[in-house]
Nanobody, 126 residues
Framework: QPELVDSGGRQVQAGASLRLSCAAS????????AGWFRQVPGKGREFVAG????????DYTDSVKGRFTISMDNAKITMSLQMNNLQPEDTAVYYC???????????????????WGQGTQVTVAS
């Protein structure tokens, strides 16, 4: 299980783009599917996007389809989330996560993930 460090969040205006990064510290994502979640105060973590261990299958929640793109570098050290046309409703703390078990499929269930980044704040002003 990699230790994850996410970064890249900041305040932007509506319509802007932002790229979040998630680095596997001291290791790689190896054969773990991974994803991005987000959380606003008073609510649970919401699945945003996922990429499977092969890097060839993706999943997105409906509200970000066509705007967000998840990717993994070939070395499987850094996962990214490119976010375009950001809207105020995208404001949240974003977390990257790696699946508990290797070779597993993408999951939208928080409980299937065991390694988490510390979170990075994205604020979109209208």
């Amino acid at each position: 299980q990699p230790e994850l460090v996410d970064s890249g969040g900041r305040q932007v205006q509506a319509g802007a783009s932002l790229r979040l990064s998630c680095a596997a510290s001291g290791g790689t994502f190896w054969s773990y599917s991974a994803g991005w979640f987000r959380q606003v105060p008073g609510k649970g973590r919401e699945f945003v996007a996922g990429i499977d261990h092969s890097g060839g299958t993706f999943d997105y929640t409906d509200s970000v389809k066509g705007r967000f793109t998840i990717s993994m570098d070939n070395a499987k050290i850094t996962m990214s989330l490119q976010m375009n046309n950001l809207q105020p409703e995208d404001t949240a703390v974003y977390y990257c996560a790696a699946l508990l078990k290797p070779w597993g499929a993408i999951s939208r269930d928080v409980s299937d993930y065991s390694s988490w980044g510390q979170g990075t704040q994205v604020t979109v002003a209208s």
